[in-house]
């Protein structure tokens, strides 16, 4: 192929790529009901029929346990405030330790530090990128509480190992399915299988309301408390007879009226939306699979991906030159994606930075100046809390020198805008003494 873009050649792609809307006329239909109904939200904070919430937030629920087939679906406004209600449900006491992961959106290890209690990063597996059943096993105290685990990328975590585990040790495990609805461990949906799931309905999630999130559990006790921490639970709890007081300082997490309709038609376009990634995405890897130093992504066994991103494996001793360098040279040769221009080429280098090297874990800093919840917590617990780089070294390595991560697989793209996807990274590789 032509000179590389990165050193004066011309792209591959000279247009941006399509946008990926989901929305169609059915979410503004049944907006369009919601505006005719003049009921935008129905919630009250106390204890009224209206407690839980308008008609649509009702249906909406009442659809998603259907769907995945579940007791109690929980919707709120974000699946940041669905994980700052499950680590409230699950009982969890100041300066407590919960095991969370280190390559996933902060929220997910953030939510233990909004009841005082300290996250413990494990690392994650090298191929499937969740987190890794030793690693848990290793960081688990007499103080922990429970493990939030990830289903990250749109990979079901290991929920038959890390599940028995969690038995063992009385701990709660809670699953982060932002990234993975309609995913599958041995036929079970994914968000169903800990004792607490989540979903996210964030705009650049697989379906979404704009913002949103689900809880679902098949326990009536945490579905209570997850509902009362959403709504205002120190106003309800007299009036509604509950006597476990215990984390019930509640919050504003509740979704309106109108994102409930545009969610509750969005679950019925999930299935379609999902086949196509796994669609584009068989093209993409059948199309890449002999390049010498990609490793296509791993499902796990039992498991079906949802693919929220798409990632390789990368390997510079096969190249010559760092991962960071080959990737700079494939964004040259693309175009962003429209709407989402000023996030520039959605061709990454890892996918976030590890978790625990964020000023806040760097510098033990949450609230005020003085190292709280965590200089009690040393104190109380006998022990010192470490996030120095290369307590996660598997994490590390996939970040900084291994993974690429990718979105040019989503819904809406044609067969032409996959082949220049794919030509960019054959393109690189055809002229990489270029680069070396």
Known sequence: MSKLALLGGEKIRKEKFPPYKPIG????????????????????????????????????????????????????????????CAVGAVGTEPFEEVI????????????????????????VEPDCFCLDVKSIEERITDKTRAIIVVDILGQPYNATEINALAKKHGLYVIEDCAQAPYAKLNGQY?????????????????????????LVTNNDELANRLKLIRNHAEAVVEAKGDKDLTNMVGYNYRMTEIEAAIAYEQLDKLAPLIEERRKNIR????????????????????????????????????????RN????????????????ETEGIKV????????YLLPIYQNKIAYGTKGFPWNY???????VYDYSKGICPVVEDLHFNKL??????????????????????????ENIDELR
């Open 404 to 429: 690429i991560s990718h979105e040019y697989m989503r819904p809406g793209l044609t067969k032409n805008d996959l082949d220049d996807f794919i030509n960019s990274f054959i393109k690189v590789w």
């Open 100 to 123: 969370v992961c280190p390559y996933t959106m902060c929220a997910s290890a953030t939510a233990p530090l909004i009841y005082n209690a300290i996250p413990v990063f494990a690392d």
């Open 325 to 340: 360098k080959f990737v700079e040279a494939v964004c040259a040769e693309l175009m962003p994606i429209t709407l989402r």
């Open 25 to 84: 006329e059915e979410e503004f239909e049944h907006s369009k009901k919601v505006f005719e109904s003049s009921i935008f939200s129905r919630f009250l904070g106390c204890w009224h029929e209206d407690f839980y919430g308008g008609p649509t937030v009702q249906e909406l629920e009442k659809k998603w346990a259907e769907y995945f087939g579940v007791k109690h679906a929980i919707s709120v406004n974000s699946a940041t405030s669905a994980l700052y």
């Open 377 to 383: 917590a040393e104190k109380e617990n006998g022990r």
């Open 283 to 322: 093209y993409i890897e059948d199309r890449l699979k002999d390049l010498p130093f990609l490793t296509m992504p791993k499902v796990r066994e039992g498991g079906e991906h949802s693919y929220y991103q798409h990632a390789f494996l990368y390997d510079e001793n096969v190249t010559g030159i760092h």
């Open 190 to 214: 994914t968000g169903t299988l800990g004792d607490i799931g989540i979903y996210s309905l964030n705009y650049h999630k697989h379906i979404h309301s704009g913002e949103g999130g689900i």
């Open 348 to 355: 990454g280098c890892g996918y976030v930075k590890p978790l």
